[in-house]
DNA sequence: CAATTCGTAATCGTCATGGTTGCGGATTGC
DNA sequence: GCAATCCGCAACCATGACGATTACGAATTG
């Protein structure tokens, strides 16, 4: 896959956990979520977006507007959150083929099946773990 | 993992397919490759100094050289060409972080860990193939 | 009505990636 | 020896992804 040079499920993942352990009973905004996460409000909200679309999170405008989980954070597995961010987003990444070589289709063929057998396998890391259990750091510890 | 935009894992695939499948004496010069791969035949020598450098392929420059095999195709397995040209990046993506934040601390940990989770399963599916296999398509095919 | 906060578009800087060129060195063959 | 071929490598450029930043409008609260 390359370089991840992408943050946005860092953040989401951030933010939810961020979310999911807040006690208040106002909603969070993208301000504070912003500083937590080190990166920009505008970021935040274009994160969140696509959960929003999702269920996962509501937000409202207005004073004392901002964001709140909308579900169970146990019940939102990482792995829904990939999916919702990267979307189909090829992991391994192909080159441009070139037709007038059969070695080249095939190659690129097998690239393709085998980037949905890694995808997959990565969708199901990610899905033994939910927001609840990052916040409860129940997550494998590095060595 | 967020999009990759990075062909070198493919480059690097489809070029020891072609050198595994050549069935000549002369080595291939990067130009053929590179018309293969339908890339620059300096980008063909970026990704293939590392596989050299590894041993799995050799180089002769002078009117004949080129690039050979320098290992049989069925000992090179897809995990070991991802290893030598992704490294040690990250497959999942982090954001800056925060230290006047704890969670923001914790997050980042899980997600460090996380990582090297999914990079192992990345790798353990790509072991269960070679650079044979991709040859002779004995890799899964697309849906 | 003023303050707050989201929604969104537009613009910009930065960085990874790969393309392109150029030159030097090694090898082959005449 | 000399020309042709081909790798090695550095330098520079174009493109595109990613976020930061700014700006403005709409919704909500008090």
Redesign the pocket.
């Known amino acids: 896959m390359?370089?991840s040079?992408?943050?946005?499920f860092?953040?989401a993942v951030h933010v939810l956990t961020y979310l999911a352990g807040d006690t208040g009973d106002r909603?969070?905004?993208?301000?504070?979520?912003?500083t937590s996460t080190?990166?920009?409000?505008?970021?935040v909200?274009?994160?969140?977006?696509p959960l929003?679309e999702a269920g996962l999170v509501r937000?409202?405008?207005?004073?004392?507007?901002?964001?709140e989980l909308a579900v169970d954070a146990a019940d939102v597995t990482l792995a829904r959150i990939w999916r919702l961010l990267q979307g189909d987003?090829q992991v391994l990444?192909l080159?441009?083929p070139n037709p007038t070589c059969e070695v080249g289709r095939d190659v690129q063929e097998s690239l393709t099946a085998l980037d949905r057998v890694v995808a997959d396998a990565v969708a199901t890391e990610l899905a033994r773990f939910t927001v609840h259990d990052v916040l409860t750091r129940a997550v494998p510890k590095p060595l």
Chains 1, 2 share one sequence.
């Open positions: 390359a370089r040079t992408n943050t946005r860092a953040v909603p969070v905004s993208s301000d504070e979520l912003s080190n990166v920009n409000p505008v970021h909200r274009r994160v969140l977006g929003r937000s409202r405008p207005g004073v004392h507007g901002g964001w987003d990444g080159h441009g």
